[in-house]
Every structure is written in structure tokens, then in C-alpha cells.
T-cell receptor
Framework: DAKTTQPNSMESNEEEPVHLPCNHS???????IHWYRQLPSQGPEYVIH???SNVNNRMASLAIAEDRKSSTLILHRATLRDAAVYYC????????????FGAGTRLTVKP | NAGVTQTPKFRILKIGQSMTLQCAQD?????MYWYRQDPGMGLKLIYY???????DKGEVPNGYNVSRSTTEDFPLRLELAAPSQTSVYFC????????????FGSGTRLTVV
């Protein structure tokens, strides 16, 4: 399975943008890049996913490098409610069991 | 729309006891998953199902069993509880055709003493 590498932790100030990086140098052509987040004492929550092009939704933006070996999750204005563990995951649409949640990045948002 | 409902939220078991963790979804999702999360760690896949009557093992299936008799329900059975099974258990579902990602339940915190 292709692996991802994320920093263990990051800090941000409230109302500032946050860029959460993810490296996936062994990504294959059919791997989608997924991002989930887990708020304290809750189950993970889907954030965004993409294949090659940058993606935007109401929660965040996903910027994918041209060679697809890295990606960045962008929170445009961090709020205290964005404090969570963020997981970057590679998954293939025809695989049933390859959604692997590693340790993720713990984001702390300071008021 | 309730989403994914897990019961109970908390449970303490004695070593050797058995229990069933319940998971139900009302979104008519075909795919369902069971994960466990140990303190400070990521989630590990225990079992998954791609539809009623079909189940398969994930990364860490030992000590667990599942069944999927209906689309809605995906219970996880612990037959002989061990301290190593102390964890938080999450159930998730997915409509693969919509590609909106997994919907997770709020978890069951299990302690085996």
C-alpha cells in the first residue's frame, strides 16, 4: 500500500490560513488523496478528496502537486473548532479495504 | 437523518466475557466498516462488508466476528474479551457510487479488565 507522511503536529492562530502538508512519494496513478479529520472524542469526518486537480468545498481546499507526490490541505480561516487530528490517506476506488488511518497531524488553533 | 448509530457508547467487560457492539445506518449505504483506535494512534480496520451477506477481514480481525444480514446493521462480536481489546471502536459506512467518503459513528469506548 502506498504510504503517506504527515507532521505530527502543527499550530495555527485563529482566523489565519492553515496549510497541512502530506507527502506520498509512492502514489500510483489510480490513488485518490483523501483527507479526514477527527475532532476530540468523535469519529473521523470526511473533509475532501481529489485525484489530480485542485479541489474546493465548503470545508477546505486541496492542492495537489503536479507530480502528485505531495498535497496540501488548506483551511482558509482557522477557527477553534478546527482543532483536530487531520489524516491524509491514499485509496483506490476499486479497493474495498485500503483506507488506512495513520497517526495524522494534530492541529492546535490558538485564540 | 441519524447517519451511523453505535451502541453502547461505553462498556466495561471482564476478561473472558462476550459482547456485541451494534452499528446501524439509515442511509442505505452498501459498504460498512469496523475500526478500532488505541490511545494516541490511528484507526485500524477490523472487518468490512460490501453488502448484505458479504463480509471480509481487515488488518486486525483476530478476536472478532461480524455478520451482515441486512443493509442497515453490521454488528461486531467479541467472543472472549482480552485486555488487548481495550480500545475505542468506530463503525463507518459508505455509498461507493456517490464517492462522498465514509460516514463514521461516534464510537464505543470499551475497557476490558
Amino acid at each position: 500500500d502506498a504510504k503517506t507522511t504527515q507532521p505530527n503536529s502543527m499550530e495555527s492562530n485563529e482566523e489565519e490560513p492553515v496549510h497541512l502538508p502530506c507527502n506520498h512519494s509512492t502514489i500510483s496513478g489510480t490513488d485518490y488523496i483523501h483527507w479526514y479529520r477527527q475532532l476530540p472524542s468523535q469519529g473521523p469526518e470526511y473533509v475532501i478528496h481529489g485525484l489530480t486537480s485542485n479541489v474546493n468545498n465548503r470545508m477546505a481546499s486541496l492542492a495537489i502537486a503536479e507530480d502528485r507526490k505531495s498535497s496540501t490541505l488548506i483551511l482558509h480561516r482557522a477557527t477553534l473548532r478546527d482543532a483536530a487530528v487531520y489524516y491524509c490517506i491514499l485509496s483506490r476506488p476499486y479497493n474495498n479495504n485500503d483506507m488506512r488511518f495513520g497517526a495524522g497531524t494534530r492541529l492546535t488553533v490558538k485564540p | 437523518n441519524a447517519g451511523v448509530t453505535q451502541t453502547p457508547k461505553f462498556r466495561i467487560l471482564k476478561i473472558g466475557q462476550s459482547m456485541t457492539l451494534q452499528c446501524a445506518q439509515d442511509m442505505n449505504h452498501n459498504y460498512m466498516y469496523w475500526y478500532r483506535q488505541d490511545p494516541g494512534m490511528g484507526l485500524k480496520l477490523i472487518y468490512y462488508s460490501v453488502g448484505a451477506g458479504i463480509t471480509d477481514k481487515g488488518e486486525v480481525p483476530n478476536g472478532y466476528n461480524v455478520s451482515r444480514s441486512t443493509t442497515e446493521d453490521f454488528p461486531l462480536r467479541l467472543e472472549l474479551a482480552a485486555p488487548s481489546q481495550t480500545s475505542v471502536y468506530f463503525c463507518a459506512s459508505e455509498d461507493r457510487s456517490l464517492n462522498y467518503g465514509y460516514t463514521f459513528g461516534s464510537g464505543t469506548r470499551l475497557t476490558v479488565v
